[in-house]
C-alpha cells in the first residue's frame, strides 16, 4: 500500500509540474502578445498613378481603409528606388499648411497628392506607402509609369 500511495504521489507531483509549465507559457505568452499586435505593419495601398490635370502632376492613391491612416509618403526616381525627383511625406487630411505647390485633396477611399512644379521624364519609377497612427509604415506599393 505504502508503494501505491508512493506512485501516486509521484504522479501528482508530476502532473502538477506540467501543468504549472504550460500555465507560466501560456501567463507569458498572454503578457508580450500586445507587443506582437502593435508591431504590424498597415496596409499598403491599394491602387496609384501619375497623371496630369489641372496645370500639375497629381499621384492618385488609393488606399483600403482611412481609419489607421496617419502619412503618406510618395516618391518618385529616374532610376529604380530612386527619390531624385521628388520625395514627400503628405500628413492624412492635412490640406493647410501643405508646402508651396502641393496639395491634398481627399474622396472618400482615394487621395490626390498634387506634386507641384516637377518636370517628369517620359518614364519613372514611383512608390507610396502609408504610415499607421501606431508609427509603422506599409510595404512600398511600386510601380513604372511611361
Not at 504521489?9 to 506582437?36: A, D, H, N, V
Not at 499598403?44 to 501619375?50: A, G, K, R, T
Request: charged share 15%; proline share 4%.
Amino acid at each position: 500500500m505504502n508503494k501505491l500511495h508512493s506512485s501516486k504521489k509521484e504522479y501528482l507531483l508530476r502532473l502538477c509540474g506540467f501543468l504549472q509549465t504550460r500555465w507560466l507559457l501560456i501567463t507569458s505568452i498572454s503578457c508580450f502578445m500586445p507587443c506582437f499586435i502593435q508591431a504590424q505593419t498597415s496596409a499598403p495601398p491599394v491602387d496609384s498613378y501619375i497623371n496630369f490635370q489641372g496645370g500639375q502632376n497629381i499621384a492618385f492613391v488609393s488606399i483600403a481603409d482611412s481609419i489607421n491612416v496617419s502619412e503618406i509618403e510618395v516618391q518618385i526616381g529616374g532610376k529604380s528606388n530612386a527619390n531624385d525627383i521628388f520625395s514627400h511625406v503628405y500628413i492624412f487630411d492635412q490640406t493647410t499648411g501643405i508646402p508651396n505647390g502641393l496639395t491634398y485633396s481627399r474622396e472618400g477611399l482615394n487621395l490626390y497628392l498634387g506634386l507641384g512644379a516637377v518636370e517628369l521624364p517620359p518614364a519613372f519609377n514611383v512608390k507610396v506607402r502609408l504610415k499607421n497612427s501606431s508609427g509603422n509604415w506599409s510595404s512600398w506599393f511600386e510601380y513604372v509609369s511611361n
